[in-house]
């Protein structure tokens, strides 16, 4: 069987040293390049071949590493192992979004070798701390989405048709909600209808419960 063959772009020497020093120990793998700055690695990315690469985010104080990852990603059929020290959001989905299929702190160095293999093979699990990270981000995003979806029907229902669907909502029929607002049974059901066109729903009820899911009569609270 070939040994797997890695590239390794790290800026710190001794580090560099190490790691490949302890990657060597694999028999089933094989440095066939490294480099410690971006000239180097922009060098060695032309010239060498490689399986796997193994990439620091930063060198010498720049996020230069992915944009190392993304010209590996588009120019060779190598795989992308971001190592680092860092663990904000922001690095994990730069590197991904570029291509790399994994992210490795620096500290779990003793993970290398099998994810090395899972990346050689294309069976590389999500890190879990960066699947917790994404998870997060997508449920910051839902929230954002739902935040501005609020706003936009807020900006287009008026107070006295939101107050409507609010008492529909408490169980009020529209003939209640006409004597408790003194307004006639006509001007409540012309509310009704037109929040039934800016809603969707086919039914006071469907749209009232549709606003209460969404939180509009919670934001209607807030002072």
Known sequence: MEPIRLLIIEDDRDWLRGLEAYLSRQPDFRITATASTREEAERVIGEAEFDV???????????????LAQRICSTTPAR?????????????????????????????????????????????????????????EFRRLKQLEQHYRVKELKDRITPS??????????????????????LSLRTIKVHVGNVLKKLGGSTSKEAARQAREMGLFEEESKP
């Open 161 to 182: 048709e939101l107050q409507v669907l609010k008492m529909i909502d408490e169980g009020h029929t529209q003939t209640d909600i006409a004597d408790k607002l003194f």
């Open 53 to 67: 690469a193994l990439l620091d985010i930063m060198l010498h104080g720049t996020a230069e590493g992915i944009d």
């Open 80 to 136: 992308v192992i971001m190592l680092t020290s860092l663990q904000e959001k922001e690095m994990i989905f730069g590197a991904y979004k570029v291509g790399a299929i994994d992210y490795l702190v620096k500290t779990d160095f003793e993970q290398i070798p099998a994810a090395v293999r899972a990346a050689y093979a294309k069976l590389s699990p999500m890190n879990a701390y960066v699947a917790e990270q994404m998870r997060e």
